[in-house]
């Protein structure tokens, strides 16, 4: 009876999950002119969802439907998902994961239905990981739509919680080893009848004890396809329901057609095929499981640094007194106390106390960092001795752990370019197979007029056939490059960042606190005699400046500083500010001409003397006059050397850009070898120059650390800084070096490389295997069970192809 028919005096059936309700509270809807019933407002929404995508076949073909739980059941599991939502703006973005993916083909299919729905700007899905990262426009479509869109394709969304993915994958890997285990055991049993039966089928065999062990064979050969067989079964029913096709059902088809043939077999006599049924389930079930395995192995990082991050903290009250609570509900700018032995729960800079720091997690050093009152401190690091007071800086939502956890998932989720070949494949591959399984039967039945033979060559096609390999080729070895390179201090922000690197043809490399140390030490000082206190004015006016030299100059005096107000940071020219009412202004001589101030000839002489040793010049003028010029020399840095040449080594062209004069700038270049030199720029003269090497056609890293880069970082194909680096060049660099050490660049590009010839040899693997396999299987060479065996070996060759790459 249709949908909505009466089943009973005051019951109807609800028209999407068949749950019976009472006539009187249920909602009755016409949807293009036919009256449909509803048990509630749910179903009513995924009703109309899967009508108005025109996916109405789901409710034409579907047979044996089982009543789904009710909707407030999958109501109250969206509520679930509400704390993991991030909202800028409009815009609103969530990860999932999502159980019951089992090939590329799964992937496809949801990524190309989730952009269907109203709303929805992006999504990615990762194979390697089984996660989803939607966003979305919360004014068009809401979380509860997106979630029972996913579900109504066949795939369950969890939530993503720390450790979830993890969690996730261990319960699929236990869920795998007993269904593999039970098969294991039942296929073991089967073949020592299957081989009595062969040997009869050879030797002769009385009818009576043929029989016996022909319905022994059915029995033991019942529980592998159906219990241990189940994942298969269901994905595959639910493929068919809704019209698309996966993996799953070449396992099905191919299992179901050995195992219902041999049952007429026991009926008409003949050749039985039970142990073919079983050990095509048990060696899938066999890869399936060591899968699992690798990608636990794999994502196991994630979690591990989502450990370190403490859940409670020492909270410092107004009174002193010190109250344990939860890390959520400590805010900005209130204090802590950290304990020996402890875990910081926050960032923040120390405001009392000093410690021993164990910074590993960030940098990869083992050896502890010494805090003491004025630094700062990160989640996640280990105190090791002393008890330090820590005014918090942001939240736990924002800490440097927190965002080095988000990027990595980022990274993992963004896909590659080259990914797109597979995935243009998978949405193919499985009805091809089909295909060419049907046309395989009746060309064998047609030339051999043997069914047998026919049937067993389409089965071979059918379980040989392998889209895993395909789609576990390109994120199983971003997975693991990305993981393997944040262990190593190298944190990537992408997939399609990682194959970038690979290509890179010129390296342009920033001066200061680059390839040089980025602490420049004052060498000269020539005070014209504006103010008495010439240099207590420079120190409090650079206080406020994240330039290295603005951080020497406000070193090189230890008095007491003075107040600056309307201050003003001019990236890669200089600074301005009011002290006791006068306009002090600290720069270059290209900011003190523009800013009209007046230099006369001997001042000019003391700074072209200093430009020509090679020095830093900073100018120093106190309203509209030159109050002094002051000599800076920043050395190189121990390990720019090596870098510059790992990177020529490389064949790569190298160029160095500079803010600085140009005498500095040839000073430090000369001393590197660099000969392609540009002084004197600005943050968007920086852009500029990465724009025209674009243009020429070449792919351009920029490494960077300062504000002054950030324009330049954004504009190249790959933008790279240290560890040390300001907050601004962080936001805008592709790659961010945590550990400050240069020489980890020659390493991402090695790493880079390496990963991509890795994924290069797993997509040609998964397309050469198949493209060998499949005319063997056609041509009868290839028994379903070798072909199961194969199908296996085939997807453990890229996963274990891909985990190499932890050995960078």
């Not at 048990?39 to 109309?48: F, I, T």
Request: hydrophobic share 45%; charged share 15%.
């Amino acid at each position: 009876m249709s949908g909505n028919e009466k089943s009973g005096t005051d019951m109807v059936h609800c028209e999407h999950c068949l749950q019976e309700t009472n006539r009187a509270s249920a909602i009755i809807v016409k949807i293009s002119g036919e009256g449909k019933t509803f048990c509630c407002k749910g179903c009513l929404g995924v009703y109309e969802l899967i009508h108005n995508n025109s996916l109405d076949a789901f409710y034409n073909q579907r047979f044996d439907w089982q009543p789904g739980p009710p909707a407030t059941e999958v109501k109250l599991q969206a509520s679930a998902f509400s704390d993991t939502v991030t909202i800028t703006g409009n815009e609103h973005r969530i990860e999932l994961l999502l159980s019951g993916i089992r090939c590329a083909s799964c992937v496809w299919l949801i990524e190309k239905f989730v952009m269907k729905i109203d709303g929805v700007v992006s999504i990615r899905v990762n194979y390697a990981t089984h996660k989803a990262a939607i966003t979305w426009s919360g004014d068009k479509v809401s979380l509860d739509t997106i979630l029972h869109g996913i579900s109504s394709i066949g795939y369950l969304p969890h939530p993503c919680h720390g450790n979830g993915t993890a969690d996730l994958f261990a319960q699929e890997k236990q869920d795998l080893l007993l269904r593999f285990g039970t098969a294991g055991f039942f296929s073991m049993q089967l073949m020592i009848f299957t081989a009595a039966l062969y040997a009869g089928f050879f030797e002769g065999m009385e009818e009576r004890y043929r029989l016996v062990f022909q319905l022994i064979s059915w029995a033991l050969a019942t529980p592998v396809l159906f219990y241990s067989g189940y994942p298969f079964l269901s994905s595959a029913l639910r493929s068919l329901r809704r019209m698309t096709l996966n993996m799953d059902v070449l396992v099905t088809l191919g299992s179901l057609s050995a195992y219902c043939y041999s049952i007429a077999m026991i009926i008409y006599g003949g050749e039985m095929f039970f142990d073919t049924a079983s050990m095509i389930i048990t060696f899938i079930l066999l890869g399936r499981f060591l899968e699992a395995g690798s990608r636990l192995k794999a994502g196991n990082s994630i979690a591990e640094m989502a450990e370190l991050q403490p859940h409670e903290a020492l909270l410092i009250s107004e009174s002193g007194a010190t109250v344990m609570v939860p890390v959520a509900a400590v805010q900005h700018g209130e204090m802590i106390e950290i304990i020996p032995g402890d875990r910081i729960p926050l960032d923040g800079r120390v405001v009392e106390g000093e410690a021993e720091v164990n910074e590993a997690m960030l940098t990869g050093e083992s050896n502890p960092v010494l805090k003491t009152v004025g630094n700062e401190v990160f989640a996640g690091s280990f105190s090791m001795n002393g008890r330090l007071r820590i005014r918090v800086i942001g939240n736990a939502g924002n800490t440097l752990l927190a965002q080095i956890i988000r990027t990595v998932e980022d990274a993992q989720a963004r896909k590659a370019p080259i990914q797109g070949i597979a995935d243009k494949t998978a949405g193919y591959f499985v009805p091809a197979t089909i295909v060419l399984a049907f046309a395989t039967f009746f060309y064998w039945k047609i030339t051999s007029s043997n069914t047998v033979t026919a049937l067993m060559n389409a089965v071979s096609v059918l379980v040989i056939a392998c889209p895993c390999a395909l789609g576990l080729a390109t994120p199983l070895a971003i997975l693991v490059g990305t993981t393997t390179a944040g262990k190593r201090g190298i944190l990537v922000k992408g997939g399609d960042i990682f194959e970038t690197v690979s290509k890179i043809t010129t390296a342009v490399l920033d001066k200061t606190g680059t390839i040089t140390t980025g602490k420049p030490s004052m060498t000269n000082l020539h005070d014209y005699g504006l103010s008495p206190s010439f240099m207590q004015h420079v120190a409090s006016l650079e206080a406020a400046s994240e330039h290295p030299t603005g951080r020497a100059l406000v070193a090189a005096w230890q008095g007491e500083r003075l107040t600056v107000t309307q201050f003003r940071a001019i990236p890669g020219k200089g600074v301005s500010g009011v002290i006791e009412g006068t306009l002090w202004r600290a720069g270059s001589r290209a900011f003190m001409e523009n800013e009209n101030v007046q230099i006369d000839i001997k001042q000019n002489a003391h700074t072209a003397s200093l430009e020509a040793e090679g020095k830093t010049v900073v100018l120093v003028a106190c309203g509209n006059r030159l109050a002094g010029v002051i000599g800076m020399i920043d050395d190189l840095r121990q390990d720019a050397l090596p870098l510059i040449a790992g990177l020529r080594k490389k064949g790569l062209a190298l160029m160095m850009l500079t803010g600085d004069n140009q005498g500095v700038a040839n000073y430090i270049a000369a001393r590197c070898g660099i000969s392609d030199v540009q002084a004197g720029l600005g943050p968007l003269e920086k852009a500029a120059v990465i724009s025209a090497l674009k243009a020429k056609g070449e792919c351009v890293m920029m490494v960077g650390d300062g504000i002054n880069d950030a324009p330049a970082l954004t504009e190249a194909d790959i933008g790279v800084t240290l560890g040390h680096a300001s907050g601004i060049a962080l936001e805008s660099a592709s790659v961010a070096i945590l550990k400050d050490d240069l020489s980890l660049i020659n390493t991402l590009i090695k790493s880079s490389s390496r990963c991509f010839s890795i994924i290069r040899q797993n997509l040609v693997w998964a397309f050469s295997y198949n493209l060998i396999a499949l005319p063997l299987a056609v041509s009868g060479v290839l028994h379903p069970i070798i072909s199961a065996l194969l199908m296996v070996v085939s997807s453990l060759v890229v996963v274990g192809n891909s985990l190499r790459l932890k050995k960078i």
